[in-house]
């Protein structure tokens, strides 16, 4: 197996694929990419059951693609643009509460007014909020920047943010209690918060607005499904001499005087694995920084990111669901996302929810296949989120080993997801004909990230206060991508695939990537 490249990219999410993309593209960089799974493209992979049923596991859609913007001109330029971006139709997202219903349409303006509608008594407070929400999303353009700018560029950028930095780094319950009356108006507001992992109380407004003005304007799927991102962009690594591995493990990075030369892993080949080493000039690690910094090094770095705040990011439990016919049959089913939640109190729900016993009080819905009209067979997708902990005793074995106890567990979750959506839609579970059950083990086994945490760390104020989250590391020629570097989601860790490509090129590359990339759209 040839072993000589420019550059080895550790992980095959969208962060590493951006990275490997780019060095392709932009100077012909012949890039090693190394995956521990048995397909490439992280989150954004799919998986099959009985030959007819595939469902997503990360990406549930994405904002922006029809604007003359950055990030889809980014999207299409690492794809060769061979991804067809389909509109969700309106409502893209569905907001259930006991007491309210909310479809959301595909104009933030148009939101606006029907919350204003809705509670006219906190109607200059709304229309702040959307103004807020888009000045935190530009100010988050600078502090993007920052993550590759060279240090007096970067100071200068940090200068300019001052302003907006104190109403940024609040939480967002902080900032809904002091513009908000109407406890239901604030639970709205904050209904994706599962886009971003982190309850009102400990999540980053900033983190917040980003979500919030990423989907402004409704929200896309790739048509093909997910798979299609990874597929498109295998051939722009290959057609520059690099190479895409699955079932390789990266059990170290290997550092020699100060400086990142390789990496020794382990190959799976059938029952058997073979231990191999790859040399390259640059390393580029899409793992996470706890799993770049506190794992794959001999000598770890960063004690701070074993603190318990950073490594108690979301995880989650993921009923994939097989249905018999199609579920808008169901009146209540239109094929956005459905947010159901059956409380106000989005930080009590986070908090005291135990999926070993307790009933569910939200859940999240997606179905790919409506969402995805090249697909004929109807899935869906029922989400809740759950703390790693209650999993943890059977962590250490392999799915083989668990046991019955384990079987009959995730037979009393599925059981009990079904019965939360027959409450809400009735007739639901009898459009299922499989049901299969993922557990944040699964996320943790896939993702190798500590604690199942499919967002990475969490992003609460503490988080931006680390100084460790910058793509260019202090070992010689390590570098880090992905969600870690800037923020979370298929949108942050595309940036952060961006942000590690200009460290390695140099920060002025970033011109000519946005150039490249604002030349595959229309102009508006």
Partial sequence: MEQQYDAIVIGSGIGGLTTASILAKLKNKKVLVLEKHWTIGGLTHEFERKRKYSWDVGLHYVGQMDDYDFFPGIMRYITDDKVDWVKMEEPYDIFMYPDHRIEVPNSGRAFNQMLQDRFPEEKEAIKQYFEDMLDLSNWGVKKFMRTFMPGPISGILKMLNNSKRGLAM??????????FKNDELKAILVSQWGDYGEAPESSCLFAHA?????????GFYPKGGSKSIAESIIPVIERAGGKCIVNCEVKEILVENGTAVGCSCEIKKGRKTEQITFKAPIIISNVGAHGTFRKLLKNPMYPELEKDIHLSGASAITLYLGFKDDPRKLKEIKGGNMWIFKSYDHNQMAKNFNPLQDELSFCFASFPSIKDPSNTQHT???????NYKFFKEWKDKNWQERGETYEELKASITKRMLAFMDEQIPGFSDLVEYAELSTPLSIETFTSRAGGMMYGIPVTPERYKLDCLKPKTAIKNLYI?????FVLGIAGATLGGVAAACAVLGWSKIISIYRQSMKMLKKP
Avoid: C, N
């Fill in 481 to 485: 991508s992905g969600s870690d570097v």
């Fill in 210 to 218: 980003l979500v919030v003005s990423h989907f402004l304007k409704g």
């Fill in 380 to 386: 869906g997708e029922l989400i809740s989120f759950s």
């Fill in 170 to 179: 609040q939480t967002t319950q902080e900032y809904l209690d002091t513009r």
